[in-house]
């Protein structure tokens, strides 16, 4: 089967993913093999791609925004029948499901927690390995390529929005308007809420406005009004401090990324007193992901999607990197 596989990591501008063909793979107990549609690029991809995440597997598929068709499955797996479609996301596996964390119903947290295109390979080619249990069913109201960032993008922004703990109506802040931001933008609308958008590129910008933004500016810039929550989806540290400057008493600052730059000190008077919070948002949990396809569902979430060859992985990678795809990109494997 043809797959894009990083064998080594390196800046995305020196095409570290290598065209491969590789084996097509067998589906083992509990799991099912999908034929893959669609697979969303995500910074997480662009993170294990330059080597910001400590890599458990090489070489290593990438790609954690799929979507597919079943074509085999393994032994005891019989939640999906052949041919169904289903989407696969960031959460691979998780084994034990009796830890401190699974019982609180915090499975994102588990240390035997396994993730899609970092210890398994992922959707960046033509077959994948999945759990079933950590598949999921896609609504017929998206088509394959208008889905593929709600796998991701939409789930983790969803998380974040829970973390941040903006109430229906309140004034939310989004720092960094790529694809999770245009996902979540939407679904805090549907909530009531008013958004501020902090972005730097001006067709992000433009798409936040379209989308609905009652404000949009820099992470310098001062808003009209102060923030009763925020999130920030880019991964640069000096935002931060930013962010709390434009926070409401009482409210939450989320951070959305799987890594970030260093955060410059803090100033406790100014920045953090009058119980104003910062809280990381690390993965999510399957119940996440269900109630974010539900809403998507029920909105429905409009996705922007500009659409790359598997081949044009790096390329498209490379695109994001600069900011130069409004909303999000998605790798259509013919």
Known sequence: MRAMILRETALVEEGPLESADLPMPEPGPGQVRLDVDVCGICH??????????????????????????????????NRYRLGDRVGVAWLHHVSCETCEYCEQGLENLCPSATFTGLHADGGYAEAMIAYEDFAYPIPETFSDVEAAPLLCAGIIGYRALK?????????????????SAHVTIQVALHWGCEVYVFTRSEGHRRLARELGAVWVGGARDEPPEKMEASIIFAPAGWIVPEALRDLDRGGTVAL???????????????????????????NFTRQDAEE?????????IETTVETFSLEEANEALLAMKRSEIDGSGVLVID
């Open 292 to 300: 974010l396809l539900e809403v998507a569902a029920e909105i429905p």
């Open 44 to 77: 997480t991809d662009l993170h294990t791609v330059e080597g910001d995440l400590d890599l458990p597997k090489v070489p290593i598929v990438p790609g954690h925004q799929v979507v597919g068709t079943v074509a085999a499955r393994g032994e005891g797996a």
């Open 163 to 179: 973390i941040s703990e903006v109430e229906p109506g309140q004034r939310l802040g989004l720092y960094g308007f790529g694809s």
């Open 256 to 282: 959305a990324g799987v890594t970030m730059s260093p955060i410059p000190e803090l100033d406790y008077d100014e920045l953090l007193y009058w119980e104003r919070g910062v809280r990381s948002v690390a």
